[in-house]
């Protein structure tokens, strides 16, 4: 199966049979660590820059704009030149106060710190992308991403490094845009977002090469009726090479059939070895539609996995699906539903479903609030249903 995939991906994701390795043990009600770095989908998703690397911004490019050119070459500065443009600095933190009244939970984590992120990025020949991003989890640092991406054409750009893997529209965005205070479960689960290699969480990650494109523009706008991703991927996660020598190939194939509505298909098929050593099949599907215009947002996506794990006795499926709606209230308020829910075992007693709703705050273009209420209701547990109170702040420095 894993031999005919690309070819199958190129001509019809959805027709695919998959088969995944699910981790139960993960929570998925914790926020994870989540990206700032630029939407996969979207090419101006990076959140930018916040107040202090404006400074160092600017300064920079002003320092090269004004430097003076070597004879016969062309001057340097932020616009894309025949050598490189000024490398982009940009960092934010966020911060949590959580409360919960589940049997246990003891009222919840209270205050804690969710990540503080650092990243640079810029252009050298024109024609090359570079990326490195870094966080600290309290007192853990690690490195996010790091790579290089040659994207002469827009039909087609090739990327190599430590990056997002294609899978899922949520997936690739960053908190800011993602409006609630965690990923879905699904992406949490089935995106690799929550995983752990050792300590360190993947965030969705890993290593290995990337071919994607933009294909067909419209008359009309210019949109581009047809976005491709193709991946082979180390299948271990973040900072971690590959452990027996068998790639993953993930799959994404997305339609805009009008502007602002994209409808998709992702595939991924692969092999993970944990930490004590036991290799377990790690492939999976998802499909997707999500619309976003004049701030506006509707997204639901749906992901099946199946396979047989070392620790797990039943038949190895899972699935999941949320919606989300983002309604604009006024310029500084967005107000988010959603419903999120997963099967551990494809099985409806093993349903962890989540109902939130989520007013963001945008106080200023460096300052997020964001209140979330959950109600949690938990087939899993004795006590099946519990509520979530959490507040967060996101501040651009």
């Not at 990923?183 to 977002?193: E, P, R, V, W």
Request: aromatic share 14%; hydrophobic share 35%; proline share 4%.
């Amino acid at each position: 199966m894993k031999k005919i995939f690309l070819t199958v991906v190129v001509a019809s994701l959805a027709t695919l049979p998959m088969w995944a390795e699910i981790d139960e043990t993960q929570e998925i009600n914790v926020p994870s660590e989540e990206s700032i770095e630029e939407s996969e989908f979207e090419p101006n998703g990076t959140p930018g820059s916040g107040f202090i690397t404006e400074l160092v911004n600017n300064s920079l490019e002003s320092a090269m704009a004004n430097a003076p050119a070597p004879e016969g070459k062309p001057q340097l500065g932020r616009k894309l030149t025949d050598y490189a443009s000024a490398p982009k600095f940009g960092g934010y933190f966020i911060g949590k106060y959580a409360y919960s009244d589940q049997d246990g939970a003891k009222g919840g984590t209270g205050f804690s710190q969710r990540l503080i992120r650092v990243y640079v990025d810029g252009t050298i020949l024109t024609d090359f992308k570079y990326r490195i991003q870094a966080q600290v989890n309290n007192s853990t640092f690690h490195m996010k991403d790091y790579f290089v991406e040659w994207s002469h054409w827009k039909e087609l750009a090739i990327k190599v490094g430590q990056y997002k893997r294609a899978f899922l529209f949520e997936n690739p965005y960053n908190p800011w845009d993602v409006g609630a205070g965690d990923y879905s479960q699904i992406s949490n689960c089935l995106a690799g977002i929550s995983d752990k290699d050792g300590n360190v969480g993947n965030g969705g990650r890993d290593q290995g090469l990337q071919v994607q494109g933009d294909l067909f523009p419209a008359k009309k706008d210019g949109h581009r009726f047809i976005h491709y991703q193709l991946q082979v991927m180390n299948g271990q996660g973040i900072n971690g090479g590959d452990k027996n020598g068998h790639k993953d190939f993930i799959g994404s194939l997305q339609v805009q059939p009008i502007k602002d509505l994209f409808i998709g298909v992702f595939g991924w098929t692969g092999d993970y070895v944990n930490n004590a050593g036991v290799e377990t099949d790690r492939n999976r599907w998802a499909a997707s539609v999500k619309y976003e215009h004049k701030d506006w947002t509707i997204r639901a996506e749906y992901a099946h996995a199946q396979g047989i794990l070392a620790n797990y006795q039943g038949e190895g499926k899972a699935d999941g699906w949320y919606a989300t709606v983002g309604v604009p209230c006024t310029p500084w308020l967005k107000v988010y539903g959603k419903y999120d829910a997963y099967r551990a075992n494809k099985k409806w007693e093993s349903t962890k479903t989540i109902y939130s709703i989520i007013p963001n705050f945008q106080i200023h273009k460096n300052l997020l609030m964001q209140v979330q209420y959950n109600h949690v209701h938990d087939r899993n547990l004795p006590y099946k249903d519990y509520n979530e109170l959490w507040a967060e702040m996101y501040v651009r420095f």
